[in-house]
């Protein structure tokens, strides 16, 4: 079969498309025929070994996708032919896929195959982030820095889904301020000045909460753009460095910081991916939860849509078609 690999850390543009055997399932696994694998960050930084996950090279990236069962183990529910989302943690970028049973899901009918591979990342770290780790309430104000993207725009869907009042979008530039009100935003602000025009939009009051996949410059103003008792969810770093607090910020106004790592927090917790896509379910199935999808391509393009998730320029979910 046709497949990406990652074999030389030198960034998106050194991933080469090879023949490579079709996986083989483990006792647990399905075997899913790849019809569409998500794009996300973490991809990018595996390019060039600065991802926490580090396989030996040379390897296939991709973590979500979206498929036809080809086969899967009795008793657990899915049948050939059945259409599916699914985290495989690695070798999605790539005709065939094997992943645990666990963390494969039934993709309703209404949903796209690209945009069924835009869920098992994006939108169970945000249903995570904002209710696991935010305890978002009904009627909270929520602000997400940038918004166009994946992880943005999955935020800006479940923060409303989930009962959020006023939900503020943080873009770079106007097209990417569209994308995140047609994806459910009541505004968006630009990120040069973002800070004062997040005050005057909540009447000097700040925020509740806000989604960070960004990190970088942004996040001072951030903590400033909080009100009293707010909380701030560091979920990236797409920005490139990572900020410090100085948490004098933090005791002033009783503010919170938490770490968003939604991986990490599920390898250690069986079953509580199922959990979270049960909550999710009834939402996709309606079509409020429903990705916008900003690239298609091909494996063979698979270096270009990298490199836009790297240079920032996503207008919604990127994904790769075998």
């Known amino acids: 079969?046709?497949?990406?690999?990652?074999?030389?850390?030198?960034?998106?543009?050194?991933?080469?498309?090879?023949?490579?055997?079709?996986?083989?399932?483990?006792?647990?696994?399905?075997?899913?025929?790849?019809?569409?694998?998500?794009?996300?960050?973490p991809e990018v930084l595996?390019?060039?070994?600065?991802?926490?996950?580090?396989?030996?090279?040379?390897?296939?990236?991709?973590?979500?996708?979206a498929g036809e069962v080809v086969s899967a183990p009795s008793g657990t529910g899915f049948s050939t032919g059945d259409r599916v989302a699914a985290f495989p943690a690695l070798g999605g970028f790539a005709e065939r896929v094997v992943a645990d049973t666990s963390m494969?899901?039934?993709?309703?009918?209404?949903?796209?195959?690209?945009?069924?591979?835009?869920?098992?990342?994006?939108?169970?770290?945000?249903?995570?982030?904002?209710?696991?780790?935010?305890?978002?309430?009904?009627?909270?104000?929520?602000?997400?820095?940038?918004?166009?993207?994946?992880?943005?725009?999955?935020?800006?869907?479940?923060?409303?889904?989930?009962?959020a009042g006023q939900v503020i979008a943080v873009t770079s530039t106007d097209a990417k301020g569209e994308i995140a009100v047609a994806a459910g935003a009541d505004a968006y602000v630009l990120a040069d000045g973002f800070r004062d025009a997040v005050k005057?939009?909540?009447?000097?009051?700040?925020?509740?909460?806000?989604?960070?996949?960004?990190?970088?410059?942004?996040?001072?103003?951030?903590l400033r753009s909080l009100k009293d008792d707010g909380r701030l969810l560091v979920i990236g770093?797409?920005?490139?460095?990572?900020?410090?607090?100085?948490?004098?910020?933090?005791?002033?106004?009783?503010?919170?910081?938490?770490?968003?790592?939604?991986?990490?927090?599920?390898?250690k917790r069986p079953g509580y991916v199922a959990a979270q896509w049960s909550e999710l379910a009834p939402y996709l199935a309606e079509g409020k939860l429903?990705?916008?999808i900003g690239g298609r391509f091909p494996l063979e393009d698979a270096a270009r849509a990298l490199a836009i998730i790297d240079s920032r320029e996503a207008l919604g979910k990127v994904v790769l078609v075998p």
Not at 142 to 151: I, Y
Not at 204 to 220: K, M
Request: aromatic share 6%.
């Open 46 to 65: 595996q390019t060039r070994g600065q991802y926490q996950i580090k396989p030996p090279l040379p390897f296939v990236p991709g973590s979500e996708v």
């Open 200 to 222: 005057e939009l909540t009447g000097g009051h700040g925020v509740d909460l806000v989604v960070d996949p960004v990190g970088g410059d942004r996040f001072t103003d951030s």
């Open 104 to 163: 494969t899901f039934h993709l309703p009918d209404n949903l796209s195959y690209e945009q069924g591979a835009a869920v098992p990342l994006n939108y169970l770290t945000a249903h995570f982030g904002l209710l696991k780790r935010g305890h978002l309430r009904n009627g909270e104000s929520v602000l997400v820095q940038g918004a166009a993207g994946g992880v943005g725009t999955a935020s800006i869907q479940v923060a409303k889904a989930f009962g």
């Open 290 to 292: 429903t990705a916008p």
């Open 237 to 267: 770093f797409t920005a490139g460095s990572i900020p410090e607090v100085k948490v004098n910020r933090l005791l002033l106004n009783n503010l919170d910081v938490r770490g968003v790592g939604w991986g990490a927090y599920v390898l």
């Open 1 to 41: 079969m046709r497949a990406v690999q990652i074999t030389s850390l030198e960034g998106p543009s050194a991933v080469e498309v090879v023949e490579v055997d079709a996986p083989e399932p483990g006792p647990d696994q399905v075997v899913i025929d790849v019809k569409a694998a998500g794009v996300s960050f």
